[in-house]
């Protein structure tokens, strides 16, 4: 089996999206049923049980159809390291760039899937290594 890092850097932005909406979901309702995870992705059902069922696959969660997708203890790894990315970016742009805090999320979104591990550690360095949001 890879590394959590290896198999981060493999999967897909849309896949490392899922397991952020899968991540968050669980953390405020306990479970992430598909057909939310469409609604807040803005995707069709359909797609959403694709992408479930092949991150699946990887051993990142578990699936029951109509109950609902867990994320496995590999996959919860990767949500947490994708979560914390996306803030030290977000942070970055604030800070550095003056960015107003509803315009970095987005933004923040859109480049955590472009930046490099070292690029991630100097944005992490530049800010203290800032711990992450539980």
Do not use: C, N
């Amino acid at each position: 089996m890879r590394s959590p890092t290896a198999r981060d850097q493999t999967l897909s932005g849309a896949g490392q999206a899922y397991l952020k909406a899968i991540y968050d979901l669980q953390a405020s309702t306990g479970r992430a049923v598909t057909s939310v995870v469409a609604q807040q992705l803005g995707v069709r059902d359909p797609s959403a049980t694709r992408m479930v069922k092949k991150l699946a696959a990887l051993g990142l969660l578990s699936h029951t159809p109509y109950h609902g997708a867990k994320l496995t203890p590999a996959g919860e790894v990767l949500a947490r390291r994708a979560v914390h990315r996306r803030e030290l970016i977000t942070r970055y742009l604030i800070q550095f760039l003056d960015y107003p805090a509803g315009e970095a999320a987005p933004e923040a979104d859109r480049l955590e899937h472009a930046v490099s591990e070292k690029f991630e550690a100097r944005i992490a360095a530049l800010l203290g290594h800032p711990p992450s949001a539980p």
